[in-house]
């Protein structure tokens, strides 16, 4: 990609985008950091890491929907069974309801 169409994308400007490009920006900030992995399609966690930040272990993507579901219903704690369940009809729901 041009860097004009990275940086429209990204809504950085050009001479920044540049100037991290060439090494001008030693520690991009995690927002230009994020607006970069939406518009590149990139992975964040990665980035923030490459950039120097920490990054903490990733959980899997079922561990984080658990985590996610057992939040959301704090009043009880969700059995195993019970959050893979949702998770499942969530995931279902999506796909019928792409707008929610």
């Given at each position: 990609?041009?860097?004009?169409?990275?940086?429209?994308?990204?809504?950085?400007?050009?001479?920044?985008?540049?100037?991290?490009?060439?090494?001008?920006?030693?520690?991009?900030?995690?927002?230009?950091?994020?607006?970069?992995?939406?518009?590149?399609?990139?992975?964040?966690?990665?980035?923030?890491?490459?950039?120097?930040?920490?990054?903490?272990?990733?959980?899997?993507?079922?561990?984080?929907?658990?985590?996610?579901?057992?939040?959301?219903?704090?009043?009880?704690?969700?059995?195993?069974?019970?959050?893979?369940e949702l998770s499942k009809y969530l995931d279902?729901?999506?796909?019928?309801?792409?707008?929610?």
């Amino acid at each position: 990609m041009p860097l004009s169409a990275v940086s429209t994308a990204a809504d950085i400007s050009t001479a920044y985008l540049q100037k991290l490009e060439s090494g001008g920006v030693k520690q991009p900030s995690p927002n230009i950091l994020f607006q970069l992995a939406e518009a590149l399609d990139l992975d964040y966690a990665e980035l923030m890491r490459l950039a120097g930040y920490v990054v903490p272990n990733r959980v899997d993507e079922t561990e984080r929907r658990r985590n996610e579901l057992t939040y959301a219903l704090s009043s009880e704690e969700l059995t195993e069974d019970e959050a893979e369940e949702l998770s499942k009809y969530l995931d279902w729901y999506r796909t019928r309801n792409p707008n929610s």
